[in-house]
C-alpha cells in the first residue's frame, strides 16, 4: 500500500504561482506512472497532468503552458509547478500512483485562485 500526502495549496491571487507537492510512502515510486487530478465544485474530476517512469509528460490543454510537473525518484516526490494561475483553476488536486493492478490516490490538497 503506497501513502500519498499532497501539501503546498493554498489561496493566490489571479496570477499568481503555487507548487503542490506529492510524497509518496513507497520506498521506491519510480516504477509508478504518477498524474495529478483535479476536483472543482460540482464538477467531476479531471486529468491535470502526467509524468512516466522515464520522465515523459504530458498535461491537459486548459493547463499546457502553465503547470509543469516533475518527479524525484530519489525523494519519492511528485511536484505541480503552477504558474499564471486562473480562477478556473480552483480546485482540489489529487497525486495518484499508478502502475497495474496498483491505483494509489492521495487525500488532496486544495488551491483557491481569486479574481
Known amino acids: 500500500q503506497v501513502q500519498l500526502v499532497e501539501s503546498g495549496g493554498g489561496l493566490v491571487q489571479a496570477g499568481g504561482s503555487l507548487r503542490l507537492s506529492c510524497a509518496a510512502s513507497?520506498?521506491?515510486?519510480?516504477?509508478?506512472?504518477m498524474r495529478w487530478y483535479r476536483q472543482a465544485p460540482g464538477k467531476q474530476r479531471e486529468f491535470v497532468a502526467v509524468i512516466t517512469s522515464d520522465s515523459r509528460t504530458n498535461y491537459a490543454d486548459s493547463v499546457k503552458g502553465r503547470f509543469t510537473i516533475s518527479r524525484d525518484n530519489a525523494k519519492n516526490t511528485v511536484d505541480l509547478q503552477m504558474n499564471s494561475l486562473k480562477p478556473e483553476d480552483t480546485a482540489v488536486y489529487y497525486c495518484n500512483a499508478w502502475r497495474i493492478p496498483r491505483n494509489y490516490w492521495g487525500q488532496g490538497a486544495q488551491v483557491t485562485v481569486s479574481s
Open positions: 513507497e520506498s521506491d515510486i519510480s516504477i509508478y506512472v
